[in-house]
Nanobody, 121 residues
Framework: QLQLLESGGGLVQPGGSLRLSCAVPASLKYYTIGWFRQAPGQEREGVSYISVDGKITNYKKSVRGRFATSRDILENRVYLEMNNLKPEDTGIYLC???????????????WGQGTQVTVSS
């Protein structure tokens, strides 16, 4: 099964920023791309998604105004710019390809392995 590939995670202090990147296989470039995160002992939650043409985006309420997703159609990459990070943003961040505009993980069919984001002083 085709996999996506995340990069850009790391350790950052509260209030800091990170930019995650998701490499999307060419055969999945006509899919909606979502970002999800999973903290230890918690369920996977949807953070954002972006449409095929990059014009439609949506975000989990707690990250609106701090996170922004964008898409480079030519490079087959999707980004998640994260600003003013908080300790509760800590988790493994995964990108996934799906066929609909939703933050629900069950509608996404192809996933990456994730990149760790840790927000701590």
């Amino acid at each position: 099964q085709l996999q996506l590939l995340e990069s850009g995670g790391g350790l950052v202090q509260p209030g800091g920023s990170l930019r995650l990147s998701c490499a999307v296989p060419a055969s999945l470039k006509y899919y909606t791309i979502g970002w999800f995160r999973q903290a230890p002992g918690q369920e996977r939650e949807g953070v954002s998604y972006i449409s095929v043409d990059g014009k439609i985006t949506n975000y989990k309420k707690s990250v609106r105004g701090r996170f922004a997703t964008s898409r480079d159609i030519l490079e087959n990459r999707v980004y998640l710019e994260m600003n003013n990070l908080k300790p509760e943003d800590t988790g493994i961040y995964l990108c996934a390809a799906g066929g609909t505009w939703t933050l629900s993980a069950s509608f996404y069919t192809n996933w990456g392995q994730g990149t760790q984001v840790t927000v701590s002083s």
